[in-house]
């Protein structure tokens, strides 16, 4: 199946910005190191302080990001609409039927979305007694629900939130619930230690404008998503590349390596260089920091898999590790 959706501009990390979190090893610093041959000299002596703080606040912000009101640990449905009027809520006689936990917040029937495929509109009829809200502040009425890939437009009631994502001239209602048991049952991202072995140097090589290249998501739909180039580096003594895609700022990167389905997650992680280097210009590229897509954490995200080209046969045993459900 073969769509052209801009897949990326929902998933590429969203980094709320926090206070950096002090890292918690001066104290492992002072201590006098135990009697060691001189040939095991311990890895954290080799780091740079202000690095692994720069490091460790930049996890928590991305840990914040995933806990935050309508993350991707709130999702509860998917919902595909029919164009014309869409009944939701969660009795069992609406077209789109929310999950049981959500019963009680609103009566059985909350409304109904209107989609016109003509118009490419979809519009929210609130069911009568109910309070919808749209960025905190209280709406009447009818109310025109904006379906840009740019700004997600989120209304909420109580517990539920939810907005509309178009896809390939489909309209999807992605539902959310901020009082979810996985998002109170989380127990928190899990990383492999930070090591210099993973922190390399490498080379950013344009592509000419226009290329693209196809890109197949869990359930096999194919997009051809934009790429400014590849990066070349070492690591381990041998060279690899990895092709980017997207089109913003930076250098975004779907991959996958010899931890995957062992330590880490089976599809893919991701890497993301917030500034996009100067074409053959050597630049830090960081595998610390290479993370989990939403796909790890809901069952109701579509992530991409890695080109074959970002396929590596290495272990890359840094960033961050998948923790299997109980």
Not at 109 to 135: F, N
Not at 183 to 195: D, E, L, M, Q, S
Not at 252 to 268: H, K, L, N
Not at 290 to 319: D, H, W
Request: glycine share 8%; hydrophobic share 35%.
């Amino acid at each position: 199946m073969k769509t052209t959706f801009p897949i990326f501009r929902l998933i590429r990390l969203v980094v709320t910005v926090l206070s950096a979190s002090a890292l918690a090893i001066s104290a492992a610093a002072n201590t006098p190191p135990s009697p060691a041959p001189a040939k095991s000299a311990p890895v954290a002596k080799e780091i740079d302080l202000e690095y692994l703080a720069d490091l460790e606040a930049w996890r928590e912000r991305v840990e914040q990001s995933l806990r935050r009101d309508n993350g991707w640990l709130t999702l509860a449905g998917r919902f595909i609409m029919k164009d014309g009027a869409n009944t939701f809520g969660t009795g069992a006689g609406n077209d789109i039927v929310f999950p049981s936990q959500l019963a009680g917040t609103g009566p059985s029937r909350l409304g109904t979305l209107v989609v016109d495929g003509k118009s490419k509109t979809v519009t929210l009829r609130p069911a009568d007694g109910t309070a919808w809200t749209a960025e905190g502040k209280l709406f009447q009425g009818e109310r025109k629900l904006g379906v840009s890939s740019e700004k997600r437009d989120w209304v909420a009631l109580d517990r539920i939130s939810m907005h509309i994502i178009e896809r390939d001239g489909k309209y999807i209602l992605r539902l959310a619930d901020n009082k979810s048991d996985v998002r109170a049952g989380f127990k928190g991202r899990i990383w492999y230690p930070p090591t210099l072995a993973f922190k390399t140097t490498a080379k950013f090589i344009p592509y000419a404008p226009g290329k693209t290249i196809p890109i197949v998501n869990v359930i096999d739909e194919v997009s051809d998503e934009p790429s400014p180039g590849y990066v070349e580096f070492t690591l381990k003594g041998k060279k690899y590349k990895l092709d980017a895609v997207g089109n913003d700022g930076g250098l975004f990167f779907v991959m996958r390596d010899g931890t995957a389905g062992d330590t880490t997650y089976r599809p893919s992680r991701f890497l993301y260089v917030e500034k996009k280097p100067e074409p053959n210009t050597p630049f830090v590229l960081d595998f610390n920091r290479s993370y989990n897509p939403p796909c790890a954490f809901s069952e109701f995200t579509t992530c991409p898999l890695p080109p074959k080209q970002n396929i590596m046969p290495l272990r890359v045993e840094a960033g961050e590790k998948y923790r299997k459900p109980a």
